[in-house]
């Protein structure tokens, strides 16, 4: 099976990638375009993609 990537690899990754790529693949399935950051960030807020959970941390409030 052919992997399909919407996203550029970046060389390294963090832990956000593998959540970032998941909404990117399901966002574009929904609306056939690729989300601009703004958009992104409300799907991975609103509806994250299945097996992640996005939490309020306050571990970092200026």
């Known amino acids: 099976m052919l ?3 919407l996203l550029n690899i970046p060389e390294k990754k963090d832990d956000w990638f593998p959540a970032i ?5 399901a966002f574009f399935n929904e609306y056939k375009l690729i989300p601009n950051k703004s958009q992104a960030w409300a799907q991975l807020w609103d509806t994250p993609p299945g ?3 996005i939490t309020n ?6």
Do not use: E, N, S
């Open 21 to 25: 790529d998941d909404m990117t693949k």
């Open 3 to 5: 992997a399909v990537y």
């Open 57 to 62: 941390g306050t571990d970092k409030l200026v």
């Open 51 to 53: 097996g992640y959970r």
